[in-house]
Nanobody, 118 residues
């Protein structure tokens, strides 16, 4: 599975961005898709995830502001980010995971930089 993340950029605090994670080589809806981020000097953290069944989960920092969704027809997962804060500045990565016959498969995109100015 190849994942291509896009949509990052520079935005002012309070603004919005939508990140996209386009998959090729497999059907993304068969996977749990997650968005992670790594801020400068910090560890990578899970921001949001969506299962193959459509259940979602969010980091406390993302609840109420971010929305993860998927468009199966486009084989793409999105992260809509609203009310952005400077502390949201990070490189955002999408990943896809599934377990087949007891074997976990993990795939990662290349990351897209989000910079939120104050």
């Amino acid at each position: 599975v190849q994942l291509q993340a896009s949509g990052g950029g520079l935005v002012q605090a309070g603004g919005s961005l939508r990140l996209s994670c386009a998959a090729s080589g497999s059907i993304l809806s068969l996977f749990t898709a997650n968005w992670y981020r790594r801020a400068p000097g910090k560890q990578r953290e899970l921001v949001a995830g969506i299962t193959s069944g459509g259940s979602t989960n969010y980091a406390d920092s993302a609840k109420g502001r971010f929305t993860i969704s998927r468009d199966n027809a486009k084989n793409t997962v999105y992260l809509q980010m609203n009310s952005l804060k400077p502390e949201d500045t990070a490189v955002y990565y999408c990943s896809a995971r599934r377990i087949v016959l007891g074997v976990q498969e993990d795939y990662w995109g290349q990351g897209t930089l989000v910079t939120v100015s104050s």
